[in-house]
């Protein structure tokens, strides 16, 4: 439909924001309230939902733009080794056999999945570094928050700052943008499939699993994206 790609994340983050935040407020009115008391854990949500939420969304549309999918997708990965490193420094230990061979089949994995469409330039390269940046960002600044709030809560408002932010930024009122019916319900698919029940999953596994395994498993969406497409698209 040939919208433009700002405007596209604007739109997702915009109404993924109201219908989380809605369903937190539903869900768990105390916590949506009892976050707000503590300027530490506002500014940690801040800072998850602008430099992580936001930023990722903003620089892999950036990257694509500069390069392709396929390249940024294949730096986007390399977040899993930001997340690898930083978890162990944390904890003052090496990577473990099973950690180092899940993270070697995870990146080649992904290279595998886009030969010949790799296309590199300084631009592409920053952004795509930027988006793999912004992955270890959403995945471990809001530890420390899921360890007193709801899972909901947590990615509700941490959406609703990025929309925010994002919206004020790129001054998203300005675009006219005109889309048939089946264009709206492709953009609900997104927010609703692509964002709200995605972002949510994500954010389960890291409660469950902790950032650095939850990455690794989220590194099957070029595989997953791959034969979807194949299925859907031909």
Known sequence: FHVPPLWLSCTRLFFTAIILTVLALLRHPAACRDIWKDHRHVARLAAYGIFGLMACQSAYIMGISYSNAATTTVLQTL???FILLITCARVRRFPTKIETAALLLALFGTFLLAPGQLV???AGLLWGLATAWAVVLYSMLPS???ER???ETVTALGMAFAAVTLNLLCRSWRYDVQ???RGWL???AI???GSVVSFSLIMQSIVDIGPSKSSMLASSEPLSATVFSVLWLG
């Open 79 to 81: 977040s899993l080794v």
């Open 149 to 151: 709030y709801d899972r």
């Open 191 to 193: 927010v609703v499939l």
């Open 179 to 181: 889309l048939p019916l």
């Open 144 to 146: 420390k928050l899921l």
């Open 120 to 122: 590199i330039s300084p």
């Open 186 to 188: 492709a953009v609900a």
